[in-house]
């Protein structure tokens, strides 16, 4: 079975940083994308920041310039730093991994998984 770990969230100031990371365990042969999400309340979940196998990125637009993700393929994690916070990136933050090839009884399967979420409040 696969499953996401997300560390790193938590209370900071304006303008304060925080780093989130994410770890995929299990049987994994490859991730095809890993990213993060956010929700905050009252709010779909919206994507933040993914990257692919070959390092490729892609930010939403309000944290363009802010936000950084990097990806170790050999660890399979996935990190977001995360600068100069606003009160508007409160939410709870989610790690994604899609196109997961994993291996079970024998045979090989793929599929998207998620972390459980952590959350993040940034206090004016």
């Known amino acids: 079975q696969v499953q996401l770990v997300e560390s790193g969230g938590g209370l900071v100031q304006v303008g304060g940083s925080l780093r989130l990371s994410c770890a995929a365990s299990?049987?994994?042969?490859?991730?095809?994308?890993m990213g993060w999400y956010r929700q905050a309340p009252g709010q779909q979940r919206e994507l933040v920041a993914n990257i692919n196998s070959g390092g490729s990125t892609n930010y939403a637009d309000s944290v363009k310039g802010r936000f950084t993700i990097s990806r170790d393929n050999s660890k399979n994690t996935v990190d977001l730093q995360m600068n100069s916070l606003k009160p508007e990136d409160t939410a709870v933050y989610s790690c994604g991994a899609d196109g997961v090839t994993y291996s079970r009884g024998g045979l090989r399967y793929t599929g998207h998984y998620w972390g459980q979420g952590t959350q993040v409040t940034v206090s004016s």
């Open positions: 299990g049987s994994i042969f490859s991730i095809n994308t």
